[in-house]
């Protein structure tokens, strides 16, 4: 069965930062790519960053340009999202999913997501 | 960047009837636009890729079609089950895009 299991989110004051953890299961993760997308509360999907099988090709939405990193490490099976200089409107519901390889394709499984709520 | 205009953007309808969805694109797509249904406090899930092509495991119910900049999310004969936000997804270009949702309330 193909999992995906977020975590790390949590509470942060802004300008603060938060790394997301994806742990995969059920497949061979070296060969597909991952992307991660985020829902803030209430409102509908964004998508944030993209990571091909061998961190060679990485692509970022203007959202997470400059402040977010993603990088992978395939003996672990996981992909990170490091999240820096984090805004109250980073506040949201950060999903992982699997994509086929060429950041052309489909989202066909996806984690369940981790909250991360950034407050005062 | 490509902007996916659903509409409706929310629907109340009854078991057994038939429901379209529209998702139009701001540009011209090549085929690759994808549809995912998400149930409250669940994660998205796959139901079309490629505008028309059922993912595994999905109910023949559901359907997709269209080209260019207008595609269709149909739902035969909906099911109480079905209730839930409807978002299609363009893959073609970067950044990659979301409709802004639809949701289905079963009368």
């Known amino acids: 069965e193909v999992q995906l299991v977020a975590s790390g989110g949590g509470l942060v004051q802004p300008g603060g930062s938060l790394r997301l953890s994806c742990v995969a299961s059920?497949?061979?993760?070296?060969?597909?790519?991952i992307n991660w997308v985020r829902q803030a509360p209430g409102k509908g999907l964004e998508w944030l960053s993209f990571?091909?099988?061998?961190?060679?090709?990485?692509y970022y939405g203007d959202s997470a340009k400059g402040r977010f990193t993603i990088s992978r490490d395939n003996a672990k099976n996981t992909v990170y999202l490091q999240m820096n200089s984090l805004r109250v409107d980073d506040t949201a519901v950060y999903y992982c999913?699997?994509?086929?390889?060429?950041?052309?394709?489909?989202?066909?499984?996806w984690g369940q997501g981790t909250l991360v709520t950034v407050s005062s | 960047e490509i902007v996916l205009t659903q509409s409706p953007e929310f629907q109340s309808v009854t078991a057994k009837e038939k429901v379209t969805i529209t998702c139009r694109a701001s540009q011209s797509i090549d085929g690759s636009l994808h549809w995912y249904q998400q149930k409250p406090d669940q994660s998205p899930k796959l139901l079309i890729k490629y505008g028309s092509q059922s993912f595994s495991g999905v109910p023949s119910r559901f359907s997709g079609s269209g080209a260019g900049t207008d595609f269709t999310l149909t739902i035969n004969s909906l099911e109480a089950e079905d209730a839930a936000t409807y978002y299609c997804?363009?893959?073609?270009?970067?950044?990659?895009?979301f409709g802004q949702g639809t949701k289905l309330e079963i009368k």
């Open positions: 999913a699997r994509e086929l390889g060429l950041g052309i394709s489909y989202l066909d499984y």
């Open positions: 997804h363009q893959s073609t270009s970067l950044p990659h895009t």
């Open positions: 990571i091909n099988r061998g961190s060679d090709t990485i």
């Open positions: 059920g497949f061979s993760f070296s060969t597909y790519a």
